[in-house]
């Protein structure tokens, strides 16, 4: 139980082009989803936390309008890297927790590799 | 949330145990330690968790020391495919949103 999935695994785009990734919770209804970024050699950063039906909490730093998270079900969420630039190449993970993601374990997805050339 | 203090690396026998330690000494009494681990090029994969007793599942144990400001992850036999890097993470239960803040972690190599 508790999977988590992303979709795609791997994509690269060139520069200016947005690109979309979905994260799924297969077999729990997630309330809360989180979304961090790791860059190579780096730990994970979280980038911000949605809660279903409400808008997402960036963190510091993060800018909303470049990346757009919706999480319009208990099962996705979206996150759109809006005209994407080399810099923006990283490995994006999500990770899902149901009950409000208060006290509850997240469990992760495996992750998307972009690349932005 | 507290801060937690990890060795940066650590080498392990294949078959013999791994005993990763964890220095948390700000923890509040409402805390939790979670450990996850994450394999290269994957996402983290949840391993356990605890707040004062220690705890055991089919992957680890965790000790947590009675003043709860250290822990240990302890994988009984460990195998090449348990090579990853260790996340100990404290994480409050009602602030922020329940969010984990990953520190560097332990990278775990274990040696055939």
């Known amino acids: 139980g508790a999977v988590v999935s992303q979709h795609p695994s791997r994509v690269i785009c060139k520069s200016g082009t947005s690109v979309k990734i979905e994260c799924r919770s297969l077999d729990f209804q997630a309330t809360t989803m989180f979304w961090y970024r790791q860059f190579p050699k780096q730990s994970l950063m979280l980038m911000a936390t949605?809660?279903?039906?409400?808008?997402?909490?960036?963190e510091q730093g993060v800018e909303k309008d470049k990346f757009l998270i919706n999480h319009a079900s208990l099962t996705l969420s979206t996150l759109t890297v809006t005209s994407a630039h080399p810099e923006d190449s990283s490995f994006y993970i999500c990770?899902?927790?149901?009950?409000?993601?208060?006290?509850?374990?997240?469990?992760f997805g495996p992750g998307t590799r972009l690349t932005v050339l | 949330d507290a801060k937690t203090t990890q060795p940066t690396s650590m080498d392990c026998a294949e078959g013999r145990a791994a005993n990763l330690p964890c220095n948390h000494s700000t923890i509040s009494g409402n805390e939790y330690v979670y450990w996850y681990r994450q394999i290269h090029s994957q996402g983290p994969q949840y391993i356990i968790h605890g707040l004062k007793n220690n705890e055991t599942n089919e992957m680890a144990s965790l000790i947590i020391t009675e003043d709860r400001k250290s822990s240990t992850l302890i994988l009984p036999h460990a195998t090449l495919r348990d090579t990853a890097v260790y996340y100990c993470i404290v994480r409050a239960l009602y602030n922020q949103g329940g969010k984990l803040i990953f520190g560097q972690g332990t990278e775990l190599s274990v040696k055939p």
């Open positions: 990770s899902a927790s149901g009950a409000g993601g208060r006290g509850d374990t997240q469990y």
């Open positions: 949605s809660n279903e039906g409400s808008k997402a909490t960036y």
